[in-house]
């Protein structure tokens, strides 16, 4: 074999090589369930932020809060009134929290964000 193809050969070798660790820390760096439930809160009620909103794992951030029960922070509220055993994944917070605290609203959004969750 002549001293290129020798040169070729190294190079394709050491490509390859580079290639499939590369893959292969890609698949191990990372949990297999990580990303699957990133929750960012919505923060879209407020004019302008001090910070910027929240990013969190919503299993760990509940495990570690232990929470079990949905309705801690997706509670359902009717008439004033906390509906039991109910929870509302899909409404947003600010549809049940003002801006402002006061007779209607105890728990203003900011307060809920925080106390809450």
Not at 26 to 49: C, K, N
Not at 69 to 78: F, Q
Not at 99 to 104: M, N, S
Request: charged share 25%.
């Amino acid at each position: 074999m002549c001293r290129e193809n020798k040169m070729k050969i190294k190079i394709l070798m050491i490509t390859w090589l580079l290639f499939i660790c590369g893959g292969i820390s890609m698949v191990f760096s990372y949990p297999a369930d990580a990303g699957e439930d990133i929750v960012r809160m919505d923060t879209s009620a407020f004019d302008r932020l001090r910070r910027p909103a929240a990013v969190f794992d919503h299993d760990s951030h509940n495990e570690a809060a232990q929470i079990d029960d949905c309705a801690v922070c997706h509670h359902a509220w009717e008439n004033g009134k906390l509906v039991p055993d109910e929870s509302r994944e899909d409404t947003p917070c600010s549809e049940s929290h003002g801006l402002i605290v006061g007779v209607q609203n105890p728990m203003p959004l900011a307060n809920a964000f925080h106390a809450q969750c």
